[in-house]
């Protein structure tokens, strides 16, 4: 496996496992394989970071990358800034695009926080 896709595979493991453990239990799982799924599916943490602030949430998304308290994000904020795919990701899981938005919702912020470890961001330096 060529080192790039060794170190996407470390870190996409490392966000699965992390996700499973703010989540727990079945459902757990199956939220932590849906938000990795969507973490991913926007270019990873700073993927995610990067698009919010081009929709004019960074001052939230810097919130979950910071070491303070998370501001939170509504459903139609998660709908506006991700609705391309949330009809994609919610017909692979089974959930309503509606579920699915207040799931994002509620747990992205958690999420980010949680693999921004010190406030940075997955490959930048301290």
């Known amino acids: 496996m060529p080192q790039n896709c060794a170190a996407a595979h470390a870190t996409t493991g490392a966000t699965m496992g992390l996700l499973d453990g703010i989540l727990g239990g079945a459902v757990g799982a199956t939220l932590a394989s849906t938000l990795e799924s969507f973490i991913q599916q926007h270019g990873g943490v700073q993927g995610i970071v990067a698009q919010m602030e081009r929709q004019g949430l960074g001052n939230t998304v810097r919130s979950w990358v910071a070491t303070g308290p998370n501001q939170p994000i509504s459903t139609d904020e998660v709908s506006a800034v991700f609705g391309s795919v949330i009809s994609q990701i919610a017909a692979k899981t089974g959930m309503t695009p509606q579920e699915l938005t ?21 490959g930048k330096p301290a």
């Open 102 to 122: 207040q799931k994002v919702a509620q747990h992205l912020p958690g999420a980010i926080d949680r693999l921004t470890p010190g406030g940075v961001l997955p």
